[in-house]
């Protein structure tokens, strides 16, 4: 894990962790009050790898279809963020999002709906409070729903061709007891993450003069 | 040759054999295995209790004992009571059984540490089929049990978490629970229950009433704390989720604990509360912390996997083998999809049906980082799980080195079997189809084998041969250098290129070159039929001899020339002078010729010498007194500078030898030692009796055991280095400067000493002057003394009828002259057919003399139709060159005699008188 370890030490891991865990956190409040349901979300550890890196990941670690709600964002640093699961559990996750009050038919027809607002939340919360917490302000697009293997998950725009880094983050879905495990990546270049960098060390600075 | 080799070498003869043996039998085959890294012994089966004969340099190292500690000892040195004896059975009967057996056995090494053998037994067979050897490579696979060993911790490291948990578990149910806390994130206060004050090593009271939060990194380990605040202050921002394992120092003491926290919001989403549980997992952590080395150390990766799941939980080692990315947990098909398509999956039984009970095999991967191909093995075990499920829990490890080195071993293996098979199937080939002849001699001298060139080249069969003595065969003259030979090879020396005639069955000789070699307590012999060779090298010869012939003919041309120049010029001035009537010098040019017809005379009978066909004259003979009769003429050879000393054993038998030819001997060799003191020196000429045995006379071709005279003619010159020494009875050897010897002077004595049936020595050094022994045989009887009747004149006849033969005119012509002027009645003849009706009719006849090289009927075989008609008629043979007359016994009948060619006319007529005489009395 050369790259990771350039890129990243331990502490701006753990750091990058904890505020992804803030909002993650935020975003199962909001699917809370969305779905009426208990829902919880954690941020167990964070990867720095290289795209081909994340395609690997992938690939070994789930070894059928993907489903993924992607949203851009651009600030002070821009990429692109994943929401990614498993085929197979993202009808799971639309199940336990929507309380499983629809039929199997409604909900594969509402698969994408359910999955994209779902994505949005999480992602938009993640960020907002990312950027929140950093202090810097971040827009965001509109959420996307796409199918497919890494490789093209994990296929930037054309104009960023630097050979970006992804942060990949496991996500765990904790919703009524049953757990969904998915994956949230960013995808960003490097001075983005030069920049993701800078403004995780003052919020280790601030944590560390705070106690 | 290692070191080991030649430490055995050095203590044990028979690993020395058994050594040599394998290198026979295997060739560089053995020598590649012995240095491939792989533990090899090999044990002799035929020796009592299958003692080791030879280990390599690897199995030093890897038992820790020295070949000279192992060399002689039975393989079992290596077990103790540990090792398995039913193993031991199964190795025993494998052997005995199929001669090869591969077994893992508990093996000791030298300083006791136990190890597990890989054992792959082979057993070299001889040419009979009877165990020779018994080849064994030996691998350490303590690896694999070793792995068995990873398990069973594994096993024991998870009952014993398990255990740690429940202890966990009944404790916190004793306490209650584990120790509380509670922090206010409004207030900024921390309140903590006893357990976590105990944990935390805090006050009791003080943590019940509220302590600063600071209280909360107070103890915790400086590694950890920075990690811990910035956890905590995700939570205290709103991350719901709170899970840290850190340590605490207590007391010095540092403890793992154990954090399990939530946030609580307020309605507003914000962070009011931040509480959790606290537990001491340092047992816990204690256990994973050796699992996780034990793993690591090992190269051992684990795994845990419940049937129906689509994932297994996976160790970080576990990755690494595959050439994973790191995971904690991993799709069941993407671990399987590594595994090389023909070999069973890692992960089996995912429908939930598999057999219970402990599970091993071995498996091919393509690693998915580098696409290099590894052997692995897995090693579990699977057990119910639920209802109707089946967990699997097991380690897997690489044995790519295992496996290649297998590989490596089984080929090597198989190859050695065959290439030991293809070389005794050479050397049969070799020994079957060679047409050279090949045999064997054991220790009591007798032959062990022969091979079929025997049949093809002498007509024998290996059955006619085996059990007879070697050298029974070998020509009698070639004997006593074959056995000299046989002593060679008793003494452990090869003996190469010597050639001796071997006796066919036919009867017929052939002439085989040999060589052998002594090789253990067997004699091997190769032998090569020479015959033709040996007969080019007769032809070789003879052209040489023709040569010479040549280079001799026209010498003797050329000397002949002058005589007769000298001869025919004198004859022809004589004849002048009388048709002039002018007698007064006639004698002048007669003597002339006479001079030059006795000096050829003088030369045929050298030549004749030296063709050993003269017509020897031998008798008694008094050596001292000839010797000295010389004294005058060899001061005048010699000169002044070379002073003489003749020195004679008074009581000398008398010798049996021509007196001429000893004269001009003796005289020839004072010539020559003049010649080799050129500044003068001392002449020593000697006689004395002497007795010589077989063994002196080794060299001789004539002369036989028994009493000689020795007559010695010694020098103080230069004498002759060893390679002139071998040659100096060569004829037309000389050493003198061209045109002033000619070769034929030791030569002539040579051939005159041969046919005396004597013997010469000859002995020198460079610069100790040189002694030469003439050893002429014993005359037993007295000397007769003859009477010398040279200067009486012929008897004249009274007309007694003498037939003579002869089919030279001018010869003829002489004969029947000098009958005439004796008194004789002479018939004249040319030849057989002339001569037999006068030898038929009743003619009277008193002495018949004939040449014997005539025309038609010879005159030996004239002589016999003569004696027919008449018995006791006297018969005188004239000859020039007679083959028969050199040995006049065996030609001459009583009654018959001999005359050479030339002859005066006065001797001529003094025989033609005797036997007359002696007729009539």
Partial sequence: MTTQSILLDDLERDALTELVNIGVSRAAANLRKM???????SVPAVEVVTREGATTLIRERESGELVAVRQDFAGVFSGRALLIFPQSNSMALVHAVTGGALSVADAADMEDEALAETGNVVLNSCLATMANMLQRPLTMSLPEVIRGDGSKLFHLSPESSDGGVVLFLYINFAINDRDIRGYIAMLMDLPSLHALKGLIADFIERVVGDA | MTEADAAIRHQDPEADRALDALHALAGPLFDALVKSGVAVTVTDPRRDDDPIVYVNAAFESLTGYSAREAVGRNCRFLQDAATDREMVAFIAEGLRRDGAVTADILN???DGAPFWNRLNITTLRDADGAPAYRFATQADVTGEYTDEVVVEQLRVSRQRLAEAQERLRVAQAIAGAAGAWEWDIAAGTLVADVRFANLYGLDPVEAAQGLPTSAFFAPVHADDRLRLKIAVAGALNGAEVFTRDYRVVRNGVVHWVSARGRTYLDDNDNPVRFSGVLADITDQKRVEEQLLVAQTAGG????????GYGTADVSEQFCQLLGLRPATSLPVRTINAVVHPDDPPIIQGRDGQHVFGPA??????????????RWLASRGEYRPHGTGGVSFIGVIYDITSTK??????????????VRVAARTQERDRVWNLSRDLLHVIGPDGLYRAANPAWRTLLGYDEADLVGKPAGSLVHPDDHQAAMERFTVLSRGEAIGDFDCRMLAKDGTYLWVNWTAMPEGDAIYGIGRDVTQRKALEDQLRQSQKMEAVGQLTGGLAHDFNNMLTGILGGIDMVRRRIAEGRMGDVDRFLDAAMQSGQRAAALTHRLLAFSRRQTLDSRALDVGALTASMEDLLRRTLGEQVSLRIDIAPDLWPAVADDNQLESAILNLGINARDAMPD????????????LTDRELADSDHAEAGDYVAISVTDTGTGMPPEVLQKVFDPFYTTKPLGQGTGLGLSMIYGFIQQSRGHVVIDSAEGEGTTIQLFLPRHQGAVEAVASIDDEFAPVGAGETVLVIEDDAAVRLLVMQVLEELGYQGIETADGRQAVPILESSRHIDLLISDVGLPGLNGRQLAEIARERRPGLPILFMTG?????????????GGMEIIGKPFAIEQLGRRIGEILRRETS
């Fill in chain 2, 680 to 691: 003068g020196g001392e002449l020593i000429i000697a006689a004395r009796n002497v007795h």
């Fill in chain 2, 108 to 110: 000791r090494r030298r």
């Fill in chain 1, 35 to 41: 779905v009426g349901e208990q829902v919880l979300l």
């Fill in chain 2, 404 to 417: 290649r080195s297998e590989e490596q071993l089984r080929v090597l293996t198989e190859t050695l079997e």
């Fill in chain 2, 881 to 893: 060159y007679a083959k028969q007359a050199a040995d006049q016994a065996a030609f001459l009948e």
């Fill in chain 2, 300 to 307: 051992v990766g684990s795994f845990e996997y419940l049937s």
């Fill in chain 2, 360 to 373: 091993f095999h071995e498996f091919r991967i393509r690693r998915a980082d580098t696409g290099e191909e």
